[in-house]
């Protein structure tokens, strides 16, 4: 069973500070890995899609990096905003079924 | 376009009680899917659907009911709620359906209903 977890479960920093979520998952085998932002009593917004074969996507000031070997991804938030302030998911689709696993997410805050 | 839709917003059910949720997209998406949240524990998968006609079992699918008579709607029902269904329950959709009927793409999601089962 495909594992997902992130870690730290909250994180605040202050405005202008770049940001790293991290995510990690138990099973290498996985077609692609993707980020979501969720506001308070939102839907969930994709942020970043990474194929398999890729080793990163980039969008704006977000980057999301991925080592499928060490089953890690990192998503990175350049000079953060008050704006950006909201809970980051990550989710594998497992080569086998194909079907979403979830993290938890980080709470991100923002200070201005 | 409206993209994902879910009604209601807010339920409150005393146990035992039946309701249906609401799911509609008008982006003509092949795959569609029921997720629920609990704290802490992300999102996990009800069930989904490859086509209309077509539907299967995700990881939590006891207590729960789809049909997806048309590509646009896939409604959840709740056959008998019970206080562990009190959850927020997220409908998404998207465009991909690759060789195996399982979908790949982009998932996008609705606002969510928030169900309190009492």
């Known amino acids: 069973k495909q594992e997902v977890t992130q870690i730290p479960a909250a994180l605040s920093v202050p405005e202008g500070e770049n940001l790293v979520l991290n995510c990690s998952f138990t099973?290498?085998?996985?077609?692609?890995l993707q980020w979501f932002r969720q506001d308070p009593g939102k839907g969930l917004t994709s942020l970043l899609l990474?194929?398999?074969?890729?080793r990163e996507q980039t969008s704006g000031r977000l980057n999301a990096s991925l080592d499928k070997s060490s089953g890690r991804s990192t998503l990175y938030i350049a000079a953060s905003q008050p704006g950006d302030s909201a809970t980051y998911l990550c989710?594998?689709?497992?080569?086998?079924?194909?079907?979403?696993?979830f993290g938890a997410g980080t709470t991100v805050t923002v200070r201005a | 376009n409206a993209g994902v839709t879910q009604t209601p917003k807010f339920q409150v059910l005393k146990t035992g009680q039946s309701m249906t949720l609401q799911c509609a997209q008008d982006?003509?998406?092949?795959?569609m899917s029921w997720y629920r949240q609990d704290p802490g524990m992300g999102l996990r998968l009800i069930h989904y659907?490859?086509?209309?006609?077509?539907?299967d079992q995700g990881e939590v699918p006891n207590g729960y009911n789809v049909s997806r008579s048309t590509t646009e709607d896939f409604p959840l029902r709740l056959l008998s709620a019970a206080p562990s269904q009190t959850s927020v329950y997220f409908c998404?959709?998207?465009?991909?359906?690759?060789?195996?009927?399982?979908?790949?793409?982009?998932?996008?999601f609705g606002p969510g209903t928030r169900l309190t089962v009492l």
């Open positions: 990474i194929q398999s074969s890729q």
């Open positions: 099973d290498s085998a996985i077609y692609n």
């Open positions: 998404a959709s998207s465009y991909g359906v690759v060789a195996g009927g399982r979908s790949t793409d982009t998932q996008y």
């Open positions: 982006m003509n998406h092949e795959y």
């Open positions: 659907s490859v086509g209309a006609g077509i539907t």
């Open positions: 989710a594998v689709t497992r080569s086998n079924d194909y079907k979403l696993s």
